[in-house]
Nanobody
């Protein structure tokens, strides 16, 4: 399984950005998928997770109401729509595959494959 994140860049505070994560390999549609982020000098943290079917979604409190996670299983692609971004959203964003079939974990240790990360920089 390979995950390729893209869509990061420089955006002004209050603006929007859409991240994508293209997955290759088998069983994308049978696993929950998550977004995590890591700011300079900080630990990697959970952002959002979506179940294999898209029916269940969870967000970190810090992004709830501003970010939207979605997936297209036909295209093996995961998305993160970021709206009303803030300076504190600046980080490298990673997509990841939840390790268990049909799982929906919130902790990094539950994820077995990770993308390379895409940098989001929010200017104030």
């Amino acid at each position: 399984v390979q995950l390729q994140a893209s869509g990061g860049g420089l955006v002004q505070a209050g603006g929007s950005l859409r991240l994508s994560c293209a997955a290759s390999g088998r069983a994308f549609s049978q696993h929950g998928m998550g977004w995590f982020r890591q700011a300079p000098g900080k630990e990697r943290e959970f952002v959002a997770v979506i179940s294999w079917s898209g029916a269940s979604i969870y967000y970190a409190d810090s992004v709830k109401g501003r970010f939207t996670i979605s997936r297209d299983n036909a295209k093996n692609t995961l998305y993160l729509e970021m709206n009303n971004v803030k300076a504190e959203d600046t980080a490298v964003y990673y997509c990841a595959r939840e390790g268990s079939l049909y799982g929906l974990g919130l902790k990094t240790e539950l994820y077995d494959y990770w993308g390379q990360g895409t940098l989001v920089t929010v200017s104030s």
